[in-house]
């Protein structure tokens, strides 16, 4: 209940956790909140206040690392941008992100996410290695060729469309949303000479093949990054190339 003339409220926040000796279980905190307090901010509250054993990953507390992704209400969010209020409900379920193996707690081991956003080149590629790292000045593009590529450059790397896509629960080995939009970014970037051989790195089962194009990865990224529709560009694109060597 809210307290009259103060602005704030007590929520139940329920947690789910895991400890590598004793398994999952569940751990529920009753938290007093303001209309401004973040899922986030509650859970800290606990660390502080009720229970410092709670695992918690999170660092810059304003949407820019992507540290905080964690599943609120079923949903996968970023912690320090979910505000309590605006969930509209007194109780909210915590959990770990789905798909990503778990740490400890809310805390998910990340290594096999960052492996497959590696494995695409997430970085310029040019001919000539010597002139890309003594460039005698920057290289030029133009408002229409930034924009091609731009909206794929928002991604914080936070790891809630893959916590969201069914494909990855499935297939383990499924490249996943997060890289197959990075392989595309950096594939429509005018400066970048990579080519074919960009495309040949997704072009098989565990790349763009497996995507089904649920469109849930889109619906949860945080910064309106849109995986799904990168995916379907870089199939065509693929089809694309095949069509011409024939």
């Not at 602005?7 to 751990?27: A, L, Q, T, W």
């Not at 909140?33 to 986030?40: C, F, M």
């Not at 609120?72 to 979910?82: F, S």
């Amino acid at each position: 209940m809210a307290e009259k003339g103060k602005g704030y409220k007590s929520v139940i926040i329920k947690v789910k956790r895991y400890d590598p000796g004793k398994g999952f279980y569940d751990s529920e905190y009753n938290v007093k909140i303001s209309r401004y307090s973040t899922v986030l901010d509650a859970l800290l509250s606990i660390i502080e206040k009720q229970d410092p054993t709670l695992a918690v990953r999170y660092s810059c507390r304003m949407g820019i690392c992507g540290s905080c992704g964690m599943i609120i209400n079923g949903v996968p969010r970023l912690a320090c941008e979910t505000n309590i209020m605006g969930l509209g409900v007194d109780k909210i379920y915590v959990e770990p992100m789905y798909n990503l193996k778990i740490v400890r707690d809310l805390v998910v081991d990340a290594s096999d996410f960052f492996k497959k956003h590696r494995s695409v080149k997430p970085y310029l590629i040019r001919k000539d290695e010597e002139e890309q790292f003594r460039a005698a000045e920057e290289y030029r593009q133009t408002p229409e060729q930034l924009e091609n590529f731009l909206p794929f450059a928002y991604c914080i790397k936070c790891g809630l469309c893959v916590a969201a896509c069914p494909v990855v629960a499935e297939k383990p080995g499924f490249l996943g949303p997060q890289a197959l939009a990075q392989a595309y970014r950096w594939y429509a970037d005018s400066r970048d000479q990579g080519g074919i051989s960009r495309l040949e790195l997704v072009d098989s089962f565990d790349g763009v093949w497996s995507c089904e194009f649920a469109g849930s990865c889109s619906r949860v990224c945080p910064k309106g990054v849109d995986p799904a529709f990168a995916i379907q560009i870089l199939k065509t694109e693929i089809f694309k190339k095949k069509l011409i060597k024939r």
